[in-house]
């Protein structure tokens, strides 16, 4: 058997050879060293954690399924939360152009690239009526 069964964690299998080679155990999924996730295997004979340059043979992933998903919210599913009809969050001075009232409730979003600024949502607490700004 290629596989020793951990008794402090049950039904986590870990390869001898990195139980060997480390301090600690982890699935195959981690590095057993940093407990950093380790990058999918490639066409290199190793499989080398970024964080501490701890390397595990390719082959202790034969057999392991690897699954990936990209999950998108859907467009407008996020607002302002209500907490028994009031809405939850900072309020700022700031005057509603559909009502004049002064106050709204504002929240942010990284909507655009990482290098981009966020966004920057404002809903009125007397009309509910919502704004965006980007920053």
Known sequence: RDYEVNPCIVGVQLPKMAKERSFFQSETDFCPE???????PGLKDTVVCRRCNFSIDVHEFEGR???????????????????????KG????RKCSRCGHEGMVYHTRQMRS??????????????????????
């Not at 940093?34 to 999918?40: D, H, V």
């Not at 900072?90 to 001075?93: A, G």
Request: with cysteine; proline share 7%.
């Open 34 to 40: 940093c407990g950093t996730i380790l990058p999918l």
């Open 65 to 87: 399924p690897i699954f990936s998903a990209v999950i998108f919210n859907k467009p407008g599913t996020f607002s302002v939360q209500e907490e028994e009809g009031e809405l």
């Open 114 to 135: 990482a290098d981009e600024g966020q966004t920057v949502f404002y809903t009125c607490t007397n009309c509910r009526y919502q704004e965006k700004e980007d920053s």
């Open 90 to 93: 900072p309020v700022i001075d």
